[in-house]
Nanobody
Framework: QVQLVESGGGLVQAGGSLRLSCAAS????????MGWFRQAPGKEREFVAT????????YYADSVKGRFTISRDNAKNTVYLQMNSLKPEDTAEYYC?????????????????WGQGTQVTVSS
């Protein structure tokens, strides 16, 4: 079993920054990839960023590229999402996800485990 716990969400003004954390526990050795997704009210869950536990490539949604950075600390079993230059359209519930044998890194169905989410609200 794998548990994911997000933290770091909050209310911030446009142009500001937040850093989300995802603490993982359980069968971490079997993970291949970690991802961040977000879901705004009335919208589908969308891909934000993803990173492998090994020294693999990272991928970002076009809407956050250049503003968000995903990173991980394997010793702490934690994945981070540094969000800079936040915009009101970034407002959403942000979810951490984990999975193995992922082919389509931006598809939520490919991920096996999910956290409970953390709310990010960006005011204009």
């Amino acid at each position: 079993q794998v548990q994911l716990v997000e933290s770091g969400g909050g209310l911030v003004q446009a142009g500001g920054s937040l850093r989300l954390s995802c603490a993982a526990s359980g069968r971490t050795a079997s993970w291949y990839r970690m991802g961040w997704f977000r879901q705004a009210p009335g919208k589908e869950r969308e891909f934000v960023a993803t990173i492998s536990w090994s020294d693999g490539p990272t991928y970002y949604a076009d809407s956050v590229k250049g503003r968000f950075t995903i990173s991980r600390d394997n010793a702490k079993n934690t994945v981070y999402l540094q969000m800079n230059s936040l915009k009101p359209e970034d407002t959403a519930e942000y979810y951490c996800a984990a999975g193995r044998s992922i082919v389509r890194v931006n598809h939520p169905d490919e991920y096996d485990y999910w956290g409970q989410g953390t709310q990010v609200t960006v005011s204009s």
